[in-house]
């Protein structure tokens, strides 16, 4: 009985879960970020691009 009273108790394994929590949200906000630049920069570089690829004409 008491083995499980400590169990009930005990708070490591919330903070653990927390911190995997924290660290998911973490990760995909970073992964929204690089994404969206990713795609901003695509877009820029095909605009230079094309306009380098037009401007001896």
Excluded: H
């Excluded at 998911?24 to 230079?48: C, D, E, K």
């Amino acid at each position: 009985m008491n083995t499980l009273k400590r169990f009930v108790k005990d708070e490591s394994g919330a903070t653990a879960i927390e911190y995997g929590l924290i660290a998911a949200g973490i990760s995909v906000a970073i992964i929204t970020v690089v994404n969206t630049l990713g795609t901003q920069l695509t877009n820029t570089f095909t605009s230079i691009s094309t306009k380098l690829g037009t401007a001896g004409n």
